[in-house]
């Protein structure tokens, strides 16, 4: 699987958009691109994911360049809540070659929003 | 509509004895993942399990860890002469791969291990 390039650190005012960006260069065509978050203490959470289409759901928006090598998670109006730990992940779906759709996660990005 | 659950939620224990951790993934879900968690640490990918079986145990650190599931349901992760090393939270993931597969994982709330 791809691996993918986090800052390590970012800060949002509440009630304004959070941009977490996330590079993945080295996307296969077939590697679908994963967010995920962890807050204090708790199991990771699932926010979204795409292929090369922008989405959106009632969390969050995934905005995917058109080469595929970056994405950008949009949560449009940050609270305090959203403090957590987020993670960008590439992995192709399970089944083919041998995949497990085990996710690895790297160091991802701790989002601290301010009041 | 319960999700991962995980027990025990806090462990302690003394180095050299073994510990069992369990897991009960969501009903249905054929995929079964554990993971651990050092002290400010990313997650580490242990174990995956399709049904009963493990094709992919790259992730266990020694022999000293083990991992079953049965009836495609429950699993317990084992680890023998525990180390202090071994101190992490363990976390335990499932998610239903036939079908549309949403990538989604359903994570539990983690076993935290203590080993003194």
């Known amino acids: 699987d791809a691996k993918t390039t986090q800052p390590p650190s970012m800060d949002c005012a509440e009630g304004r958009a959070a941009n977490l960006p996330c590079n993945h260069s080295?996307?296969?065509?077939?590697?679908?691109v994963y967010w995920y978050r962890q807050i204090h203490s708790q199991g990771p959470q699932y926010i979204i994911h795409?292929?090369?289409n922008n989405e959106t759901n009632e969390m969050a928006s995934l905005i995917i360049t058109e080469d595929r090598k970056s994405s950008t998670l949009i949560l449009p109006h940050a609270t305090l809540r959203d403090t957590a730990v987020y993670y960008c992940?590439?992995?192709?779906?399970?089944?083919?070659?041998?995949?497990?759709?085990?996710?690895?996660f790297g160091q991802g990005t701790t989002l601290q929003v301010k009041p | 509509g319960a999700g991962v659950s995980q027990s025990p939620s806090n462990k302690v224990t003394e180095k050299g004895k073994d510990v069992e951790l369990r897991c009960d993934p969501i009903?249905?879900?054929?995929?079964l993942y554990w993971y651990r968690q050092s002290l400010g640490q990313g997650l580490e990918f242990l174990i995956y399990?399709?049904?009963?079986?493990?094709?992919?145990k790259s992730g266990l650190p020694s022999d000293r860890f083990s991992a079953e599931r049965t009836g495609g349901s429950v699993s317990t992760l084992t680890i023998q002469r525990t180390q202090q090393e071994d101190s992490a939270v363990y976390l335990c993931?499932?998610?239903?791969?036939?079908?549309?597969?949403?990538?989604?994982?359903?994570f539990g709330e983690g076993s935290r291990l203590t080993v003194l």
């Open positions: 993931a499932s998610s239903q791969q036939y079908g549309l597969d949403t990538g989604e994982l359903f």
């Open positions: 080295t996307i296969s065509g077939n590697e679908y």
């Open positions: 795409g292929l090369k």
């Open positions: 992940i590439v992995r192709a779906p399970p089944g083919g070659s041998g995949n497990t759709g085990k996710l690895i």
């Open positions: 009903s249905g879900h054929t995929a």
């Open positions: 399990f399709q049904g009963n079986s493990a094709p992919d």
